[in-house]
């Protein structure tokens, strides 16, 4: 807010490309771990400028629109990764994907060259004072109480890709190749999330379609629960069915948190994006606690994320705070 979108997206991805280089040519396992922190800062710095430019540029349905091929990207990502991970490991060495990694973020770099400032009014508060501004955001009931709520869905998601690998390797007995291509067919279900919700959105109201989503997955996680250490077809067809819902909560439920600040967008983008990663992390120590048993961890948590959420929904989506953004977006 203090200096524009495109400094920090310059200096961000700079960072990047940086410590991708010096993971690349590590050689020390407490170096890799250094580097890859200072690169996943730069990473989440990227992101969150990204929502905060969508904001910037669109409105309404259009927002949500774009909204949804952001927010698909930000965590298919992390789905295709392994994929291309496993491919590129056949050719080079784990060095050589820090060197891809270094060579993403210059292309993005040349896009950032082309893109123009959306910020108009810069804040001219000092650096050290920007800071509040989250707490102000915070302070914001209507946006804590949204972003408690949608915070917490993508947990199952998250809890999913921690532990797929093991479930499908150690608990099923699946090769690395296997593993890789239904891996991807996950990430492929992810990709279907968003179109699904713009679909149906023209259709069914969007309150219906997130409370139906949550109901979803809270069903999921109990055939999980009953039948998901049967078969890895009955695991990986629960899981899709949890990721398709995960995507389709997510799309509106960014645009509802945006819609909740006027000013302070790119605080509000930090927090969304923040609060969704920190959860998630939390969803994967969960579900891992007890590595006996992951599937049953993960479908446990499954039915409580999705009775939570669900229950957090039915009070909040006839409030005016809800119903009448999405009547606006609409």
Same mark, same amino acid.
């Given at each position: 807010e203090r200096t524009g979108r495109k400094p920090i997206l310059f200096t961000t991805l700079a960072i990047y490309i940086v410590s991708s280089l010096?993971?690349?040519?590590?050689?020390?396992?407490?170096?890799?771990?250094a580097f890859r922190i200072v690169q996943g800062v730069a990473g989440g710095g990227v992101t969150v400028v990204g929502t905060s430019i969508v904001k910037d540029l669109f409105d309404g349905r259009e927002r949500e629109k774009v909204m949804a091929?952001?927010?698909?990207?930000v965590i298919i990502a992390p789905m295709i990764a392994p994929v291309l991970g496993a491919f590129l490991l056949k050719v080079a060495s784990w060095h050589a994907m820090f060197v891809v990694l270094a060579v993403?973020?210059?292309?993005?770099?040349?896009?950032?060259a082309l893109y123009q400032e959306t910020v108009v009014e810069k804040s001219t508060a000092p650096i050290l004072t920007s800071w509040n501004r989250l707490g102000v955001v915070l302070k914001n009931p209507y946006f804590s109480y949204l972003l408690l709520l949608?915070?917490?869905v993508p947990m199952c998601?998250?809890?999913? #890709?921690?532990?797929? $690998?093991?479930?499908? =390797?150690?608990e099923f007995g699946m090769s690395e190749q296997a593993f890789s291509f239904i891996f991807a067919f996950n990430a492929a279900c992810a990709t279907l999330g968003p179109i699904i919700y713009l679909q149906l959105s023209r259709f069914i109201p969007v309150q219906s #379609?997130?409370?139906? $989503?949550?109901?979803? =997955?809270?069903?999921s996680g109990i055939a999980m629960l009953l039948f998901g250490g049967q078969s890895l077809w009955i695991f990986a067809a629960l899981s899709a069915a949890i990721?398709?819902?995960v995507f389709i909560v997510r799309v509106p439920g960014a645009n509802l948190l945006l819609d909740q600040q006027t000013k302070d967008t790119g605080s509000a983008a930090a927090l969304i994006q923040f609060s969704g990663t920190l959860m998630g992390a939390v969803a994967i120590q969960i579900v891992s606690a007890n590595s006996y048993d992951l599937i049953r961890n993960y479908s446990i948590l499954s039915i409580v994320i999705?009775?939570?959420?669900?229950?957090?929904w039915l009070i909040a989506k006839n409030r005016p705070f809800v119903a009448e953004k999405i009547h606006k977006q609409t």
């Open positions: 010096l993971c690349a040519f590590t050689t020390t396992v407490e170096n890799l771990i091929t952001v927010m698909s990207l993403f973020a210059c292309f993005a770099a040349v896009l950032v949608f915070s917490m998601l998250m809890a999913f #890709l921690g532990i797929a $690998s093991y479930v499908y =390797i150690d #379609l997130i409370m139906g $989503s949550l109901i979803v =997955i809270t069903i990721t398709v819902c999705g009775a939570a959420c669900t229950s957090l």
